[in-house]
């Protein structure tokens, strides 16, 4: 048995991504204040976290300002109210947005890095939409930006499919291939899996895999660690696992796991009672008997959704006799 | 890369036991109705698992009837009340009671278990009661109850005193070893080295490793899961996770995991939404920052209990800073 204790030391090359304000926001439609934006980006500097995903840049005509608010499609202008001067050198924290294959005006709304406080650009795409994946990574490390390829649903297609991706993305600029799993369905043999799939195909490109995990069975936190016991140096977390759906690994539990220095969880915590957490009183996420039951069935959480905003949410035996008798 | 998909398939070797109204009872005194508690025993029964643990044999002196329900003592008139003429060969449960070494009068308290509807005495003891827990197990090995062995709060503890208790428990007749993750503070790589270590030991007795985890850092499915995988054949879970302070793995989350055809959820989701999930308008338990940091810590959760009982407990940054002060 071996005598060493990996679980209290670190790599300092393990980057965290807080993807809180993009990921929850599909909550709430991104209607946040920028008292709550700007909370959160605070957290994340004092927090020494590495990436701050502070949005989706998505197409004003498919997402309407009427309907979604700005962290939608992250404008400059709105950005610089929140972030002013930042820069990643002073603060040490990149700023990131994502931009989703087929919603958005790649081609027309982002503008050259240097004109912007973002350092980063995540391409979100489906497996059919991998060709424009492509073309989004390019353009934006045209512009100067660091890019991710972040394959969406991976539980739910075939492993020609997945193999198919993986070889367009290693060809590219992207500097990381993020495992995705929407819709919180992934066991812990199943990340296995993929990621010795995703090293291996990416193996001489330098590109880092980083991993997504959701939490429809309180797994996404498991599921983040086993990544990084695996060689994963790029997570995903997002504050009192505030997301779509379930949610997703919990930011704070995070840090307590990760043990390099340069990360303090107290901010987090602070953030979390002072804005975070009150948010419950108006918004409902996290795991619950409905994403439980999404999740095992590797479905899209948006019945699940529906059914936890809707008059019948406690009946949760009602839910799952729907479920199970339309699958 | 493996084409053998393990976790949809099932070993019917492995058994699961739900404590939900022993370690639950911890919450409130064990102060359930008959009907709380039958509804439990039929869901366990509906489910299919193998084992209910309906309580503690524990001492009415230590723990008085007036403030401590008829749970804590499984006095066989209670239990007759609740299960009736209950068999283990007519409806495939097991009813278990646990027993706590330095807190229970077991020379007087449990009769022969040819009187009894109990087949199981769990024995939880720690470390310093090791003498007193192989004594007990042998009287009730002897009594004709199976016997398992729960070394408790085990991350708190030395190799030396941990390779101690398993040489001890080795050469009892109990039928298995528990790894009890008490204060929900291990990781995965640790109960890694836990399994090995525990099957290591009991191997050629054969005994089964078995877990019991706790949910503090959203751990104790996942911990769960891992045990599994590397062969535990002996599961502890609770109904809704409801157990002390942040809980257990979920039954309904861990029969999702396992295919064994024999295990049916929907009786569990019935009792969720009926039973359980009503005790959250008194009761507090599950996840939650206190308990994720006193899990961090590797400390009792006492602390974090009276936390979430006063009327500071949403001051999550006050406990933060008392915890870590006082460390």
Not at 84 to 105: F, P, Q, R, V, Y
């Amino acid at each position: 048995m071996s005598e060493k204790a990996p679980w209290i030391t670190y790599r300092p090359e393990l980057k965290v991504l807080d993807c809180t304000i993009r990921d929850g926001g599909l909550v709430n439609a991104h209607q946040f204040s920028d008292a709550f934006v700007g909370a959160v980006y605070r957290a994340c500097v004092d927090a020494g976290l590495d990436y701050m995903e502070i949005g989706y840049k998505n197409s004003k005509k498919v997402f309407p300002t009427d309907k979604f608010g700005p962290w939608r499609h992250c404008a400059e202008e709105d950005l610089r109210r929140v972030v002013g001067d930042h820069t990643a050198a002073a603060t040490g924290l990149k700023l990131a947005a994502m931009a989703d294959a087929g919603k958005s005006d790649w081609q027309h709304d982002i503008v050259p890095a240097a004109d912007s406080p973002l350092d980063m650009i995540r391409v979100a795409f489906y497996a059919h939409q991998v060709s424009e994946a492509v073309e989004m990574i390019r353009h934006c490390h045209e512009l100067g930006y660091e890019t991710t390829a972040n394959l969406m649903a991976v539980s739910n297609i075939t492993e020609e499919e997945i193999d198919t991706v993986l070889e367009a993305i290693a060809a590219t600029p992207a500097s990381t291939m993020v495992i995705v799993d929407s819709f919180g369905y992934l066991y812990r043999e199943q990340i296995d899996r993929l990621y010795k799939k995703y090293a291996a195909a990416m193996a001489g490109t330098g590109k880092e895999v980083g991993i997504h995990a959701h939490n429809n069975l309180q797994l996404a936190f498991a599921n983040t660690i086993e990544a990084i016991i695996l060689g994963c140096n790029r997570v995903d977390s997002t504050i009192y696992g505030f997301g779509r759906g379930a949610g997703n690994c919990h930011t704070e539990l995070l840090l307590g796991f990760l043990r390099n220095p340069k990360f303090n969880v107290r901010p987090i915590i602070e953030v979390i009672q002072h804005q975070v957490a009150p948010l419950r009183k108006d918004l409902v996420w996290g795991p619950s008997i409905p994403f439980n039951i999404t999740g095992q069935l590797n479905q899209h959480p948006r019945t699940a959704i529906e059914w936890t905003e809707g008059p019948n949410r406690d009946d949760y035996l009602a839910f799952y006799d729907k479920v199970v008798s339309e699958s």
